[in-house]
């Protein structure tokens, strides 16, 4: 699978370079973002910007994998998702449930947010 990687201070973007996320890749993909649960930076961006058709198992897996963060406090923010990738997670129902954004910037402010918030409750938290 061909990924790009760039790390920043507080979190990881991930650009997928596949126009095909097909259901024998899931595995892979799955196997790659999970990894990332046990980084010293575990919060994701998931750039889809390149990403033109995805099967309907790699997209429950991203929904799942994105879950799995958010219940080990961590953030996973998908972005740029192109208009058929979309309509892929619409019709299986997961736009609902997964964190989305039209752009990667915007991903950034969501994961800027989260860590704010994460700070916060964790300062309230230790005051009870």
Not at 15 to 27: F, H, K, R, V
Not at 43 to 56: C, R, Y
Not at 77 to 99: D, G, H, K, P, S
């Given at each position: 699978?061909?990924?790009?990687?760039?790390?920043?201070?507080?979190?990881?973007?991930?650009?997928?370079?596949?126009?095909?996320?097909?259901?024998?890749?899931?595995?892979?993909?799955?196997?790659?973002?999970?990894?990332?649960?046990?980084?010293?930076?575990?919060?994701?961006?998931?750039?889809?910007?390149?990403?033109?058709?995805?099967?309907?198992?790699?997209?429950?897996?991203?929904?799942?994998?994105?879950?799995?963060?958010?219940?080990k406090n961590f953030?996973?923010?998908?972005?740029?998702?192109?208009?058929?990738?979309?309509?892929?997670?619409?019709?299986?129902?997961?736009?609902?449930?997964?964190?989305?954004?039209?752009?990667?910037?915007?991903?950034?402010?969501?994961?800027?947010?989260?860590?704010?918030?994460?700070?916060?409750?964790?300062?309230?938290?230790?005051?009870?």
């Amino acid at each position: 699978m061909n990924v790009k990687i760039d790390t920043k201070e507080k979190f990881t973007v991930i650009g997928l370079n596949e126009p095909d996320i097909s259901a024998n890749m899931t595995a892979e993909m799955g196997n790659l973002l999970s990894s990332f649960i046990k980084k010293t930076i575990p919060h994701l961006v998931l750039n889809m910007s390149q990403v033109k058709n995805i099967s309907d198992d790699a997209a429950y897996s991203i929904a799942t994998i994105q879950h799995e963060f958010y219940e080990k406090n961590f953030s996973f923010v998908i972005c740029a998702l192109t208009e058929l990738v979309e309509a892929v997670f619409e019709r299986l129902e997961l736009m609902e449930v997964i964190n989305v954004t039209p752009t990667e910037s915007e991903a950034w402010d969501i994961v800027q947010m989260e860590e704010i918030e994460r700070e916060l409750l964790g300062g309230f938290d230790e005051e009870e």
